[in-house]
């Protein structure tokens, strides 16, 4: 757990989060370490209940974003609210509002996860609000990701994916109202994958709102309600992953071979254009229409932002 960071980043006023009001707001963040501008002012805003992951490549600050949001990093600018709190002055009840899930985690590997769990838990219980479902049973929680039977195993036993459920329930085991995934399944199998997919979208349903940041635009397009991409110091792109191929590869390339030529266009509109192909006088053979994969279309924006940096 981190320590409380002093801050000279003034304070902002705070106020209560109502079902209206986004969970995490973002204006104008920018980072610098040393002379590196790693953040220009990005804008971002998570709705409550909304899973969100923040895709981007190595180095594009992903980490750096949500370190910030949770209080652990100081900006050098910008405004972020969390749970209508400035992170920068939260207190320890703000903080056990959040879950947070770092990239590696390391604890005694003598120690056994239901007792790690029982421990992280106590620091929880204190801020159990009233008529709230509060922090999770130990053995519920166990159970919820997948090992009570590694309950009282000593944790250095336990298998990479293990591991990383176990950083997950310690994550969630003050039943958080956000929680933040950085990388969360490096190291799962497919099986652990998908039953990790299952296990947030459940948490994100009890109004839990999630904040992820993932490599792997498979993770983003199975698991967020919006993808936000980060490259070059900036949101490139957001939406869904069906607004991120319209708005990102909307063009189309449509071709086909007419009187022994081959031809090609590239258009958004691929239904309208082919019917009025039909439609013409010509003979059209070896019709093909070719949608860029989001994937490629993705390498291909990065690669964009990060040559205009
Ligand atoms: N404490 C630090 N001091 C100096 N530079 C840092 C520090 N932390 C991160 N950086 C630099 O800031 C940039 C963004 O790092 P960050 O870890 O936020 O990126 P990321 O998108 O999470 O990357 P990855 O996908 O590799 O985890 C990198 O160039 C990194 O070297």
Do not use: C
């Not at 910030?68 to 939260?90: N, T």
């Not at 991409?229 to 449509?254: C, K, P, W, Y």
Request: net charge negative; no cysteine.
């Amino acid at each position: 757990m981190s320590t409380r960071v002093a801050s000279a980043v003034p304070a902002t006023a705070e106020t209560t989060v109502g079902p209206e009001q986004p969970a995490v707001r973002v204006r104008g963040l920018r980072m610098a370490y040393g002379e590196q501008e790693v953040l220009r002012g990005i804008d971002l805003t998570v709705d409550r209940g909304e899973i969100v992951a923040l895709l981007g490549p190595n180095g594009a600050g992903k980490s750096t974003t949500i370190e910030i949001l949770e209080g652990f990093r100081l900006r050098s600018a910008g405004e972020v609210s969390v749970l209508g709190v400035d992170p920068a002055h939260g207190d320890e009840a703000w903080r056990a509002r959040l879950g947070i899930v770092l990239q590696s985690w390391r604890d005694h590997a003598k120690w056994q996860a239901r007792e790690l769990l029982l421990h992280f838990r106590s620091f929880y219980r204190p801020y159990d609000r009233p008529g709230a479902a509060g922090s999770w049973e130990v053995d519920d929680l166990l159970d919820v990701v997948g090992l009570t039977e590694q309950a009282r195993k000593p944790i250095g036993t336990l298998s990479g994916g293990q591991r990383r459920r176990l950083d997950i329930a310690i994550g969630i085991v003050g039943r958080p109202e956000v929680l933040f995934l950085d990388e969360p399944t490096v190291g799962f199998d497919p099986e652990a994958r998908q039953d990790f997919h299952e296990l947030i979208r459940r948490l994100a349903q009890e109004r839990m709102t999630v904040l992820l940041t993932t490599h792997d635009l498979h993770e983003a397009e199975k698991l967020a309600d919006r993808v936000l991409i980060l490259a070059g110091g900036g949101i490139v792109a957001g939406g869904t992953v069906e607004e991120l191929s319209r708005q990102l590869g909307g063009d189309a390339e449509v071709t086909w071979v007419s009187a022994g030529r081959t031809h090609r266009t590239r258009t958004a509109d691929v239904s309208g254009f082919v019917r009025e192909l039909l439609q013409g006088d010509g003979d059209v053979e070896d019709l093909r229409v070719n949608r860029p994969a989001l994937e490629d279309i993705y390498l291909a924006m990065v690669r964009d932002a990060e040559g205009t940096r």
